[in-house]
Nanobody, 123 residues
Framework: EMRLVESGGGSVQAGGSLRLSCAAFGFSYSNFCMGWFRQAPGKEREGVATIYTDRTSTAYADSVKGRFTISRDNFKRELYLQMNSLKPEDTAMYYC????????????????WGQGTQVTVSS
């Protein structure tokens, strides 16, 4: 069984922090590009951050650059998103995703998705 399970979402005041986690099961996690996406009601799904298999190649959406940090632990088979200085516009459902064999880019076709974890930021 191949699946991704997110956790760590919740409600926080603007300026606060949250750390999202994604546990991977049933596939060769270390060989996959990993990413975080989000979707707010009435808006398109947005790529938040990606990280390549080597753990050193990362990319961020302009809207979160300098505030969010993506990381991975290939031994634990987990992906993380540290979110600092949260803003109300960060409110969305956040999804963990995995990609193999394609360019590690939010515009690529991501083959595996988690169920999502809700992040709500109030002012």
């Amino acid at each position: 069984e191949m699946r991704l399970v997110e956790s760590g979402g919740g409600s926080v005041q603007a300026g606060g922090s949250l750390r999202l986690s994604c546990a991977a099961f049933g596939f060769s996690y270390s060989n996959f590009c990993m990413g975080w996406f989000r979707q707010a009601p009435g808006k398109e799904r947005e790529g938040v951050a990606t990280i390549y298999t080597d753990r050193t190649s990362t990319a961020y959406a302009d809207s979160v650059k300098g505030r969010f940090t993506i990381s991975r632990d290939n031994f634990k088979r987990e992906l993380y998103l540290q979110m600092n200085s949260l803003k109300p516009e960060d409110t969305a459902m956040y999804y963990c995703a995995a990609l193999y064999g394609g360019r590690c880019d939010p515009r690529s076709k991501w083959g595996y998705w988690g169920q999502g974890t809700q992040v709500t930021v109030s002012s």
